[in-house]
């Protein structure tokens, strides 16, 4: 053991933490997930192939062994998805932000959201950050009007025929409606859960877009990001948690680029 640790060099223990951390990033991706009962079940169709190979089962280990040969074709089809959102997350940088929302625009999002809440109107409004929505914006209708609380509560009207779907939000105006979400499988979902939130939940597990859910049923009012949702009791929390999303985050993120910025006009 003394000589193992003598032998090492710095870019041992460097590529000891990396291969960790990755490690670490993928078990975070797929806990919760699907991915998880497909891992266990290659694992287990490894561990057979080499029992059988032990206990010369010629049969199951040739069968075994044919399918593993193509093992890593198998994977990236069995979790396109979950690598889909892993190479956008790796894709994020902290000195880029496209998602700065003012104030006042939450503020017309917040009354929308309350005033449908007390009128049992469903809703489903999407907040773009910086992983473009293109894909379902082209499946909805495209609007690109001004950000007023009035038009979303008109969109989400039963009588509206724009109310499926769900509206995204991009560059504080209101850019399409009608939008289809891609629905989530996570198996930990709730029965309490309907369409909406299973929708909103997939969409958060892509993008790192939020996405607020407004319950015609419960009147509840849900927060739904990175794959996590967040039942909200009153107009306060709502207003809380969007503003640390949008208002505060957004002031540490110009803090650290203008830091950096500082940092670049030193050097040169």
Known sequence: MPDILHAMRWQDIVD?????????RIILLIR?????????????????YFISGRFDLLTLHWLLKTFLSSILLIIIIVFQSDIRRALTQMGKT???KSDDVAAHDLGEIISAAIYMARRRIGALMIIERQTGLRDYVE?????????????????????????????????????????????????????????????????SEETDAV???????????????????TTLTDEQALTRTLE?????????????????????????
């Open 16 to 24: 000891i933490l990396i291969v960790s951390y990755i490690i670490y």
């Open 32 to 48: 919760g997930t699907r991915a998880v009962q497909m891992l266990l079940g290659i694992v287990v169709i490894t561990g057979l």
């Open 94 to 96: 902290p000195f880029h």
């Open 139 to 203: 499946l909805g209708f495209h609007i690109d009007a001004r950000l007023v609380h009035e038009l979303l509560i008109a969109i989400f009207l039963p009588s509206s025929p724009m109310h499926d779907g769900g509206v995204i939000i991009r560059n504080g105006r209101i850019h399409s409606s009608g939008c289809l979400l891609p629905l989530s499988n996570n198996p930990n979902i709730s029965k309490r859960y309907g369409t909406r939130h299973r929708a909103a939940l997939g969409l």
């Open 211 to 229: 996405v607020i859910v407004v319950s015609e049923e419960t009147q509840e009012i849900s927060l739904v990001s990175q794959g996590k949702i």
């Open 244 to 268: 640390d999303i949008f208002i505060h985050q957004s002031q540490v993120t110009h803090s650290w680029k203008n830091w950096f910025k500082g940092k670049q006009r030193k050097n040169s």
